[in-house]
């Protein structure tokens, strides 16, 4: 990994999540002619968001369609948070 980005959402009524992520995913490929073909596999984009059901729903659509989050796979653990 050379880049680290850290994409922050929560439930704001007029959401951009997805034309950020665009965003991300178009400068990540504008990196190839930098770091070469495999330019995506020095990247990590980690989005943090408050809970999941705090965040917009738009939001976790788009997670679930670019297969970064799957409804049911984390549980409740003690004292309400998730794991």
């Not at 950020?20 to 995913?25: A, F, K, L, N, Q």
């Not at 400068?27 to 989005?47: E, F, M, P, Q, S």
Request: hydrophobic share 40%.
């Amino acid at each position: 990994m050379e880049l680290s980005i850290l994409m922050t959402v929560y439930s704001e009524a007029n959401n951009p999540f997805a034309s950020i992520m665009h965003g991300i995913m178009k400068i990540i490929t504008d990196l190839g002619r930098y770091w070469g073909r495999d330019d995506w596999k020095k990247v990590v984009v980690c989005i943090v968001s408050d809970s999941r059901q705090k965040i917009n729903s738009r939001a976790l659509s788009v997670v679930t369609d670019i297969s970064v989050y799957q409804q049911g796979i984390a549980t409740e653990a003690c004292g309400g948070a998730y794991i």
